[in-house]
């Protein structure tokens, strides 16, 4: 048996905002949450904090509802619901993570007493500091402004290391993999690099936030529960969106 064999990985990020998307937690199946995924997705984290790594939560609402989805709507009020939708998410994980034995607190940022707690920047570090998961709902409580934008601002506000962004694509590629099976996925860009060319790893106002305060977003893929605990230990998995240099996969 090798001596280092039993050894655990240390963390490379101390305290990190996770952005989940809608899509994620519905998982590809019938209905708008997938639980045993979301499951998964619990004993994954309760597995790094365990290592000492503190998390904060957004969470995207992709798969109830988006503002977008109201054509024929007023946009604000369609935001309305989306908000809404996000608070439906972030209750359903936080059963999931309290069933597993995560202790865990919702902060909306639209006050609903009766079912979270009103998002206060120092309450919710000391939740964190504490040892707590810290799921924001409501996105911002703005309309126009994205959960990935919400993402980067809470990042900001509690003093994270790392935002990252699990998405139902593996990386930042050069083109869109879908639609062109000769893309190339990058290793790290730069985040000048994402407004000038238009890639869609995320919106524009979240990028050009995260370069402004100098925040890294770590994009890859949550097909595996698994990968959000590979990014926290230090494993070369999806695109480092920071300051520098861009790198493309070989």
């Given at each position: 048996m090798c001596e280092n064999e039993n050894?655990?990985?240390?963390?490379?990020?101390?305290?990190v905002l996770l952005k989940l998307s809608g899509e994620a937690l519905a998982a590809g199946k019938k209905g708008i949450l997938n639980y045993e995924y979301i499951g998964e997705i619990a004993e994954v984290i309760k597995r790094c904090t365990a290592m000492g790594v503190q998390f904060g939560i957004i969470v995207g609402a992709g798969n109830i509802w988006r503002g977008r989805h109201g054509e024929s709507m007023d946009r604000t009020r369609a935001d309305h619901m989306g908000m809404l939708a996000t608070t439906i998410n972030a209750l359903a994980i936080q059963d999931a993570f309290l069933s597993h034995g995560i202790d865990t607190r919702v902060m909306t940022a639209?006050?609903?007493h009766e079912f979270a707690e009103p998002y206060i920047r120092n309450k919710a570090v000391?939740?964190?500091e504490r040892g707590r998961v810290v799921i924001f709902g409501c996105g911002l409580g703005i309309p126009f402004i994205s959960t990935d934008t919400a993402a980067v601002l809470r990042a900001a506000e509690i003093n994270a290391d790392v935002v990252l962004m699990?998405?139902?694509v593996d990386g930042v590629y050069n083109a869109d993999p879908k639609l062109n099976p000769e893309a190339k996925k990058f290793n790290s860009i730069d985040?000048?690099?994402?407004?000038?060319?238009?890639?869609?790893a995320m919106d524009?106002?979240?990028?050009?936030l995260s370069m402004d305060n100098n925040i890294p977003?770590?994009?890859?893929?949550?097909?595996?529960?698994e990968n959000?605990?590979?990014?926290?230990?230090?494993?070369?998995?999806?695109?480092?969106?920071?300051?520098g240099n861009s790198e493309n996969e070989a």
């Open positions: 050894i655990s990985p240390t963390p490379i990020y101390k305290r639209i006050a609903m000391s939740h964190l699990a998405k139902n985040y000048m690099e994402i407004l000038i060319r238009g890639l869609g524009t106002t979240a990028t050009s977003v770590h994009v890859f893929g949550l097909d595996k529960a959000i605990y590979k990014v926290i230990i230090g494993e070369k998995l999806g695109t480092i969106v920071k300051g």
